[in-house]
């Protein structure tokens, strides 16, 4: 199997610093690599994007390991691979079916906080999807990404049928996502999670929370989702959450967890693995060997 990364900006026969070590971990598991243009990528120069990638004479597996893709990057990306024999381990449906959260609500839903999304911006829908909620706390996100960072101002609502503060919050958080913003908002049931620490740059609250790699439906690896933090001795029970895998429509995906103030544990969102970051702080070789063994390769 072919692991595909992305180049650094400044030199494309180099790869990005930040998947410098992922990738001597790769070569140490006995994978290959081939780099990419992210920066073509993004600006629809396929044929630019993989100058550098050499064909394969018969079809070979491949996963991208680098930044978040639109789906429509992504189908450019999983085409122009095509075309020089290499297959990515997701297809672009089983890629949108983790990468956008509503795809794949109701497969997490008995096991994730309640969610309800809009596509249409006008306040009229957006006060509608929150009947539902009441007057609970709630969080919003797009279909993949938060503003957690700008806890206060554009992710907490403190009561949802507050319809000034969440007009303030959604004004906010459409301004920060900017072009960025995907698809829609989400709006999510608030759920006390298990304290761990606060951020220690932007204050806002973290919780117990991990990122568990899944390839072929079988664990890669579990980690701690934050670098800061005494987890002490928390780990996760998985054990309601394997069924669970064994229906989501991906190769290789990411489950955030989280364990609520009453102890038990709950989905926070999916992710596509191949583009759901490692912490700092993770064991980049044991995560590589993991991840050979479980795509049934040989070194």
């Given amino acids: 199997m072919r692991i595909i990364y992305c180049d650094s900006v400044f030199d494309n026969k180099i790869i990005d610093s930040d998947y410098e070590e992922e990738k001597k ?7 290959t690599f081939s780099l990419i243009s992210f920066e073509e990528l993004i600006n629809g120069n396929i044929t630019l994007a993989l100058k550098y990638v050499k064909p394969s004479e018969t079809k070979i597996d491949a996963l991208y390991r680098g930044w978040m893709l639109t789906p429509k990057q992504y189908v450019s990306l999983y085409d122009g691979l095509l ?4 297959q990515l381990i997701n297809t672009p449906t089983q890629y949108i079916h983790c990468h956008y959260l509503p795809n794949s609500y109701d497969i997490i839903k008995s096991k994730t906080p309640k969610s309800n999304w809009t596509t249409d911006l006008s306040n009229d829908s957006i006060f509608k999807v929150l009947d539902d909620f009441g007057d609970s706390s709630i969080i919003l996100k797009d279909f993949v990404k938060s503003e957690k960072h700008n806890w206060d101002d554009a992710c907490f609502i403190p ?13 906010k958080f459409i301004e920060l996502r900017g072009s960025s913003l995907n698809e829609g908002l989400v709006f999510r049931q608030f759920e006390e999670l298990e304290f761990l620490t606060e951020h220690s740059k932007s204050g806002m609250p973290l919780t117990k ?13 579990v980690f701690d989702y ?10 996760p029970v998985l054990d309601d959450f394997m069924s669970i895998a064994e229906n989501i429509e991906s190769n290789f995906f990411t489950m955030d967890i989280a364990q609520k103030k009453d102890g038990s544990w709950i989905i926070m969102e999916l992710g596509d693995g191949q ?4 912490p700092d702080n993770a064991n980049t070789d044991e995560y590589y060997k993991n991840l ?3 795509t049934n ?3």
């Fill in 226 to 235: 934050w670098d800061e933090g005494d987890y002490g001795n928390t780990q």
């Fill in 297 to 299: 390769e040989t070194n």
């Fill in 275 to 278: 583009v759901s970051g490692l």
């Fill in 25 to 31: 971990s790769a070569l140490k598991a006995g994978f």
């Fill in 159 to 171: 009561n949802a049928s507050e319809f000034e503060k969440v007009k303030s919050v959604v004004d």
């Fill in 292 to 294: 050979k063994e479980m």
């Fill in 209 to 221: 929370e991990f990122r568990v790699f899944f390839a072929n439906k079988q664990v890669v690896k």
């Fill in 83 to 86: 075309k020089k024999n290499i």
